[in-house]
């Protein structure tokens, strides 16, 4: 295990619904992030955090809400969804600073129905 | 903005053959290229990376080679074995992982 855990692993959540990604890491990283990985695509930087403040925020609709409360653990807020949101979310950790390791968590794989 | 690309997107080896995965960037700012391993259903693990002030770096069977005047940077590996078949993913950044740009991923096959 590489020390960053998400949850839930499995998700599906209807086009109204309100639900929240979480993701914790004990590996002692000061930055998080929040990827969205679609089949057969890069892999999109959707939010980073560092030092508890977000300092990206890639052009993400506003049903993605993010929230940092501390340096251990991030969250993903999700409200009215489209279908087209479904793909793994994954969360990942690493030292704030110039290109270090980022440590991936296993993902979320979410369904919007 | 930086854009990386990625060749092939999918590639078949016989197991114990060698497979290169090439990849091109953009931005000649650029100094920092790691590649990515993520094994099905898995999440993505740093396998190997390069920095722009050297042209090669090997680690056991893999190595990565980076050409800054052409833009493109290869991962090799050798004498394939079936723990190999994973899609990998490279991405080049000019200062920090926030802002790694990501290439789509190469499916590789390991043939018995």
């Known amino acids: 295990e590489t020390g960053v855990t998400q949850t839930p692993r499995h998700l599906v959540m209807g086009m109204t619904n309100k639900k929240s990604l979480k993701c914790e890491q004990h590996l002692g990283h000061n930055a998080m992030y929040w990827y969205k990985q679609s089949a057969k695509k890069p892999l999109e930087l959707m939010f980073v955090y560092s030092l508890e403040e977000r300092v990206e925020n890639n052009s993400v609709p506003s049903r993605f809400s993010p929230e940092c409360p501390n340096s251990s653990h991030l969250f993903l807020h999700l409200h009215t969804l489209q279908p087209e949101d479904s793909a793994l979310y994954l969360c990942?950790?690493?030292?704030?600073?110039?290109?270090?390791?980022?440590?991936f968590g296993q993902g979320t794989r979410l369904t919007v129905v | 903005g930086e854009n990386v690309e990625q060749h092939p997107s999918t590639l078949s080896v016989q197991e114990g053959d060698s497979a290169v995965i090439k990849c091109t960037y953009s931005?000649?700012?650029?100094?920092?290229f790691p590649w990515y391993k993520q094994e099905l259903g898995k999440r993505p693990q740093l396998i190997i990376d390069i920095r722009s002030n050297v042209g090669e770096k090997k680690d056991q069977r893999i190595a990565v080679t980076l050409n800054k005047t052409a833009k493109h940077f290869s991962l090799h590996i050798t004498e394939t074995q079936p723990e190999d078949s994973a899609v990998y993913f490279c991405?080049?950044?000019?200062?920090?992982?926030?802002?790694?740009?990501w290439g789509a991923g190469t499916k590789l096959i390991i043939k018995p």
């Open positions: 991405a080049a950044s000019k200062g920090s992982n926030y802002q790694l740009i």
């Open positions: 931005d000649s700012a650029s100094n920092y």
């Open positions: 990942a950790s690493s030292h704030q600073g110039e290109n270090t390791e980022a440590f």
